[in-house]
């Protein structure tokens, strides 16, 4: 039986992962995660971002988490951290959030937010000046920097639009590969703030192009973002390489946009629902850079070995405890149920692949769950051509459908002599022609 890399969704019961029961061998003792089965622990979380992302995400686990207590802290991270900056329209909406829930020390602050605003005003004038100046100037160097400061501006307060036009308004002056890597970082930034992920691929693709200026860490920053464009565009397949691709050389440098634990996150969790066990074993167990982020997330990496091993019973046991908290990331929220089914589905054919016949009711019993939720599981992998099998309903058993082997054999055998027939011919021709000097009479009439 073949699978296929990139397996169709199957309906599954009640959309869970589940657990095949087997007894858990001390893993209640492995050090938990910040990412993990338990309520996810907020302040480490934020703590791994900086700048507007850790904002973003703040907000987005307030919007989706659905615990009052969870959603009160997140807003009141995000309040603080929000006040650190320039945003104040950002502020009142945060205020708006909160309304009034956490007390007076976190309501309205007019007098913060017309301080800023005027500082910005002014902020604004002198740039505006400055730029002009140095156009009348013509001084390429100068402009870019003018531009520049205006996109770190716009970006500050949160006028995201603004900011990627500058940015990108700063292609015309760069006069080094430096400053074209260095436009080409801003404006992938501020596009995977606005979830313009066709322009962070574009200005990959640009930024790779220069390949004098690229240093490891720039690399490493490149992957990542092609490797969130791919998640975005839901393919997971090359999403997983990019990420698998990513240096140690990144270390804390990207915390701005990607922490370390959602490299190896993203990257396993693409891996196992498309790659084949080859893969995953070359590709992430032996991979000696990956590993360095897979040691940052216990789970993610007991759960890629236990699911290579055939351990299916912790494998999936690790993936339903991550769940819930994978719903609160900003970029894979959208992609865990089906990344969850696909995995499933690699669970299901790797179960059956090594096997003539297969008990269903063992197998029901191995995935936790009913014997007619399995069947209509395995009938979708079948009718799918992902597993090549029959289910005996009467008797609950799936008996493999293995290719006529000496049928097959015969047929290789008949096209290789039919090739090896036209090749003898095709060279018994070219060996008259040049016995008979074809060409050379040829050559002659010309």
């Known amino acids: 039986m073949e699978t296929e890399e990139d397996t169709a969704g199957a309906i599954t019961e009640e959309d869970e992962i589940y657990v095949n029961g087997g007894d858990n061998d001390g893993q209640s003792q492995r050090h938990r995660p910040i990412i993990s089965g338990e309520q996810l622990d907020i302040e480490a ?13 703040l907000l987005f686990i307030a919007d989706k988490c659905g615990v009052p207590s969870m959603q009160l802290e997140a807003l009141r991270m995000a309040y603080d951290e929000i006040k650190k900056g320039e945003n104040t329209q950002l502020f009142r909406e945060v205020v708006g959030m909160i309304d009034g829930r956490l007390g007076p020390n976190y309501g309205p602050d007019n007098a913060w937010a017309e301080v800023v605003d005027r500082r910005a005003e002014s902020r604004k004038e002198k740039l505006e000046n400055e730029l002009n100046a140095y156009r009348t100037n013509l001084i390429k160097e100068s402009i870019r920097m003018g531009y520049n ?4 501006f716009y970006y500050a307060h949160g006028l995201l639009g603004e900011a990627f036009k500058n940015y990108v308004r700063t292609r015309d002056y760069c006069t080094t590969s430096k400053h074209i890597i260095h436009m080409c970082l801003n404006a992938i930034l501020v596009s995977i703030e606005m979830g313009q992920f066709t322009h962070v691929t574009s200005y990959v693709s640009k930024a790779e192009q220069t390949q004098d200026a690229l240093d490891p860490v720039t690399i490493a920053k490149l992957r990542c973002a092609a490797g969130l464009a791919h998640l975005e565009g839901k393919n997971y397949k090359l999403a997983a390489r990019k990420f698998l691709e990513t240096g140690p050389e990144l270390g804390n440098n990207y915390t701005e946009v990607i922490a370390q634990q959602d490299i190896a996150t993203y990257g396993s ?3 196992l629902a498309t790659f084949d066990r080859a893969e995953l074993k070359s590709k992430v167990i032996d991979n000696a850079n990956f590993r360095n982020f897979l040691e940052l997330v216990p789970e993610i990496r007991e759960l890629i070995n236990d699911f290579h091993t055939s351990h299916y019973a912790s494998c999936l046991e690790y993936l339903g ?8 990331d900003i970029h894979l929220h959208d992609h865990v149920e089906t990344l969850y089914e696909q995995i ?3 669970a299901l054919i790797q179960y059956t692949l090594p096997f003539v016949s297969v008990d269903l009711r063992m197998m029901a019993s191995a995935f936790n769950t009913s014997g007619a939720g399995l069947e209509k599981e395995l009938e979708a992998l079948i009718t799918n051509d992902q597993i090549q099998a029959r289910i005996d309903s009467h008797n609950k058993i799936l008996y493999a459908r293995h290719a006529d082997q000496r049928n097959g054999t015969f047929q290789r055998v008949l096209q290789t002599g039919s090739e090896f027939d036209r090749e003898v011919r095709a060279m018994l021709l070219r060996a008259n022609l040049i016995k008979h000097d074809y060409n050379s009479k040829v050559s002659r009439k010309h």
Do not use: V
């Open 149 to 152: 400061d205006f996109g770190d």
């Open 269 to 271: 969790l693409c891996a």
């Open 344 to 346: 499933r589905n690699k």
């Open 45 to 57: 979380y934020a703590a791994l971002y900086t700048g507007r992302t850790k904002i973003t995400r």
């Open 321 to 328: 405890s991550l769940k819930a908290n994978l719903l609160l």
